[in-house]
């Protein structure tokens, strides 16, 4: 069984920045493909950003540019580096393992941008 807890969420301005942090516990996550979702107040969970186990990288459009997803398989994390936040980026963070036909979520964090 594999384990996400995520870390990092909080409240920040419009332009400012915030590093997600999501641990796995178990032996998959170097062997698995890592993704970032989000979903917003009265909207549907959306992906943001993923990262396979051989690190190809990619975007939704709405964070091009401004956010960074990268993995340490050392410390079974996976980050998310969100820069130039936007009120619009509010939202309930997850992330997600999947290795092969196996699909983990941890809780989720929540990052609100509001001046």
């Known amino acids: 069984q594999v384990q996400l807890v995520e870390s990092g969420g909080g409240l920040v301005q419009p332009g400012g920045s915030l590093r997600l942090s999501c641990a796995a516990s178990?032996?998959?996550?170097?062997?698995?493909?890592m993704g970032w979702y989000r979903q917003g107040p009265g909207k549907e969970r959306e992906w943001v950003a993923s990262?396979?186990?051989?690190?190809?990288?990619q975007y939704a459009d709405s964070v091009k540019g401004r956010f960074t997803i990268s993995r340490d398989n050392a410390k079974n994390t996976v980050y998310l580096q969100m820069n130039s936040l936007k009120p619009e980026d509010t939202a309930v963070y997850y992330c997600?393992?999947?290795?092969?036909?196996?699909?983990?979520w941890g809780q989720g964090t929540q990052v609100t941008v509001s001046s």
């Open positions: 997600r393992l999947r290795y092969y036909a196996r699909e983990y």
């Open positions: 178990g032996s998959y996550f170097s062997s698995s493909d």
């Open positions: 990262i396979t186990r051989g690190g190809t990288i």
